[in-house]
Structures are given as C-alpha cells and as structure tokens.
C-alpha cells in the first residue's frame, strides 16, 4: 500500500479557515504584524507579535522563494526538476534538497511505502483544477503506479540518482512542512517567541501568545464553501496539519475523486475517511504523518498516533463525526463547533 498527498495547491478555503480560527482566539495586548504572499501555488502568511520584527518578517519570505526554486517540480531549473529530468543520471543538489528527499525517504521506510516521494509521474496525471475534468487513462495510471517505489532513490554526497530513469520526484506532500519548520527555526534564533506561520492549512505556532495563552488554531468543515471549521484546537509551539480530500478533488458521474492517491490501484482512497488533523512539534512530521494515517483508514492510523509521544490527531470521516487520540481534551484541549 502506498499513497502520496502533494500539498501544493490546497485552496484558499482553509486559510480562511485559519484566519477565522485567529479571529477566535484574539490577538492579546501586543498588535501582530502580518505578511501574505503566493508560493507553491498556495497563498502563505506569517504573523509576528512583535511589531519591530519587520526584517525578520521579510526574511520568510525570501526562505520561500529559495525553497520554491529548489523543490517545486513545475519549475524547470529546480533540484527536483533535473532529477526528473536527468534520466538515471546523478544530479548534484542542495544540501536543504537533501535534507528534504532523505526525510521523506524516512517516512517512506516508516510507513511501508505509504508515503512514497516517487509518486511524481503518478501526480501528473490527475489534473483537480481542470473545468472540464476527466479521468486519466487507465493504461497510463497503472504504469504509472509501476513506477512508484522510494528504493529507487539513490543518494551519494550532493548527489540524487533515480534509479528507474522512468520514475519522477515529488515532495509536495512534505516540502511545506519542512519550510514551515526552517521558518520557525530562523525566526527563534532571531529571538522571537510568539507567532504563528501558515503555509497553505499548515499551521505552526511559536511558542505561545504574548499574554501566555495558546493559539487557538480551526479543523475546516470538509467541503464547506464558505472554510469554516468544525472544530477548534488550542496549541503552544506545536503544529496543525490536516489532510483531507476536499483540498482538491472533482465530482464526475456522482463520483467524488480526490488527490490522496493510493499507488496499487494509482486512484483515490475510498475508505471512510474526509481528513486527517495531525498536532505534533515537527510541521514535516505533520505532513508525513496526515498522508501515513490517512492511507492507513481511521483504525490503524489512530494506533500509530497513540504510539508516538506527543502525537495527537483528530480523523474525520463521512458521517462528520470526529474521531480523536487520547491527548486530544486532555493535554490539547478541543472545541466542536455546531452550524
């Protein structure tokens, strides 16, 4: 079993979602600083507590640019570009490509291949924006699939290999996190305590608020149209990544397909499941974990959580009933929100 959720292009609904959550949780005594931008096909913010912090501000998003021009497999003169590109041959990449590759090779070997960054020619396929959409050959999804195997990774020093030249990268599915992660990491050497960074639904907090209480950060209501959240969790310096199969997804002869692929069959999951929430301190733990738990259906993906230490998730499936970990209304606390 294996599936790979590229995080992309999620919609603006669950930014929304999120600013409405930063509306209930107020913004204490100290007037935050806010900046937006559009990377990754997604819109981002950054919010500081500290008004003063405009550098540092600026800094995040210049991170971003150099990251997108490193890992985004739509620009030709990335690191993930010429490896796909490259045909079996080494390329020599950037130590944070590195980085990046060998942590979702990990999650890969964690998950039995339920995370696989070689879902790319897999990816490519389905197309969740089209206005007219359409299923993808049949033929062309299964060797696709065939092509989807983390092994196929080959890394020396600097240098990526793919090993079946016909295979293609993409680390959609764990590359905001990790930004997200070296974001909060440059603004705490930077000596900022509070704030919150939002790449495209995943949220990270720094540490607390000024006034000392947690961020109180929404769950969307999957395919409300207007992002609202059906739930609230509060956090302090911990992240909030969800995966759900309305961040892109189309309906075609009443069928609802979605871009949480499983790589046996190369279509979308069908097992109960409308998203997974994941609270942890690692915002690329979150993205891998949300795929993994996902791909593992409500049961066996609640098990992994209650064996990670401070893990916990919240499962929504079709019913909209939330099911959550042990931490969640204990050591996290958790608000439902009835429309």
């Known amino acids: ?12 609904l669950f930014i929304t979602a999120a600013l409405l959550a930063l509306l209930l949780s107020g913004c204490g005594r100290t007037e935050p600083i806010t900046k937006s931008g559009f990377y990754f096909d997604t819109i981002i913010s950054v919010t500081l507590y500290d008004p003063s912090k405009t550098n540092e501000l600026e800094h995040c998003f210049e991170l971003a640019q150099l990251y997108e021009s490193y890992f985004s497999a739509k620009r030709a003169d990335s690191d993930i570009s010429k490896i796909n590109a490259s045909a079996g ?43 007219s959409p359409r299923l993808p050959d049949a033929d062309e999804v299964k060797a696709a699939a065939a092509t989807v195997n983390y092994k196929s990774i080959l890394i020396d020093k600097d240098t990526v290999t793919l090993s079946d030249p016909d295979a293609a990268l993409d680390l959609g599915g764990i590359a905001k996190g990790y930004i997200a992660d070296k974001m909060k990491a440059y603004l705490t050497a930077q000596g900022i305590t509070s704030g919150l960074i939002n790449l495209g639904g995943n949220v990270l907090a720094i540490g607390e608020k000024p006034d000392g209480s947690a961020y109180t950060i929404g769950i969307q209501k999957p395919f409300d149209e207007t992002g609202a959240p059906i739930a609230s969790v509060s956090v302090k310096d911990q992240t909030v990544v969800t995966s759900g199969i309305y961040e892109r997804s189309f309906t075609l002869d009443g069928r609802c397909y979605h871009h949480i692929l499983d790589t046996d069959t190369g279509y979308p999951y069908e097992n109960g499941l409308l998203s997974v929430t994941v609270i942890c301190d690692s915002s690329a733990d979150g993205d891998g974990l949300s ?45 439902e929100i009835v429309h």
């Open 1 to 12: 079993m294996k599936t790979q959720n590229i995080q992309y292009k999620k919609r603006t």
């Open 291 to 335: 795929t993994t738990c996902f791909a593992l259906g409500l049961e066996q993906g609640l098990a992994l959580i209650e064996s990670l230490d401070k893990t916990d998730a919240v499962f929504i499936t079709s019913d909209y009933k939330l099911h959550s970990s042990s931490g969640i209304g204990t050591t996290i606390p958790m608000r």
């Open 89 to 131: 041959h080494p390329v020599r990449v950037h130590e944070e490509t590195l980085e990046l590759i060998q942590k979702g090779i990990a999650y890969a070997k964690r998950s039995n291949g339920a995370f696989d960054p070689t879902i790319g020619r897999l990816t490519s396929l389905w197309d969740f924006h089209a206005k």
